[in-house]
T-cell receptor, first 110, second 117 residues
Framework: RKEVEQDPGPFNVPEGATVAFNCTYS??????FFWYRQDCRKEPKLLMS???SGNEDGRFTAQLNRASQYISLLIRDSKLSDSATYLC???????????FGRGTSLIVHP | ETGVTQSPTHLIKTRGQQVTLRCSSQ?????VSWYQQALGQGPQFIFQ???????GRGNFPPRFSGLQFPNYSSELNVNALELDDSALYLC????????????????FGPGTRLTVL
């Protein structure tokens, strides 16, 4: 089993839709979690950190479920500009080596 | 733009050759991490340098090595290139020391696309 797993998609949604992605991790000692966004042929950029209590930034909400070992990203009122690949990142306890998932592709269409 | 620059942007090498990739950190950043991103995959952590010392290493063989200079710029060297080394190589700089703190404060450069024939 891979350390960090994501459904590669693509998720194809209309503008205005709500879409959610999950990311599962295998190491129960994982400490920190993040979502990055990567546009086609561009570098990854931090979207948001994921806190234990969950956190929201505008249309984006991130949640952590330690019991089931997954994090989620919810995007409300999708915009065309949200089309990108969303990468989850997990820092394992102890070494803190960042492990990226393979990313989930989102396509928002008119 | 992030202020992190990488050179060259593209490179073609043949199996067995050696390659050096370069990264200039954003001003004020003293931590540099290197990642390998194969097509359709997420970035894989190679190693991190903080104040010229290696500060953590992922699951890459010793033929992947690095340097960080006093001005915090960095090099990634890969010896004995293999076909599977073909990928986008990304560097990321941060002002936070160490892996525990830098992942949410790092800025990536545009990457160097390496093709090994």
């Amino acid at each position: 089993r891979k350390e960090v797993e994501q459904d590669p998609g693509p998720f194809n949604v209309p503008e205005g839709a709500t879409v959610a992605f999950n990311c599962t991790y295998s190491n129960s000692a994982s400490q920190s979690f993040f979502w990055y966004r990567q546009d086609c042929r561009k570098e990854p950029k931090l979207l948001m950190s994921v806190y234990s209590s969950g956190n929201e930034d505008g249309r984006f909400t991130a949640q952590l479920n330690r019991a089931s070992q997954y994090i989620s990203l919810l995007i409300r009122d999708s915009k065309l500009s949200d089309s990108a690949t969303y990468l989850c990142v997990v820092l394992s306890g102890g070494s803190y080596i960042p492990t990226f998932g393979r990313g989930t592709s989102l396509i928002v269409h008119p | 733009e992030t202020g992190v620059t990488q050179s060259p942007t593209h490179l073609i090498k043949t199996r067995g050759q050696q390659v050096t990739l370069r990264c200039s950190s954003q001003s004020g950043h003293n931590t540099v991490s290197w990642y390998q991103q194969a097509l359709g995959q997420g970035p894989q952590f190679i190693f991190q340098y903080y104040r010229e010392e290696e500060n953590g290493r992922g699951n890459f063989p010793p033929r992947f090595s690095g340097l960080q200079f006093p001005n915090y710029s960095s090099e990634l060297n890969v010896n004995a290139l293999e076909l599977d080394d073909s990928a986008l190589y990304l560097c990321a700089s941060s002002s936070a020391p160490g892996l525990a703190l830098s992942t949410d404060t790092q800025y990536f450069g545009p990457g160097t696309r390496l093709t090994v024939l």
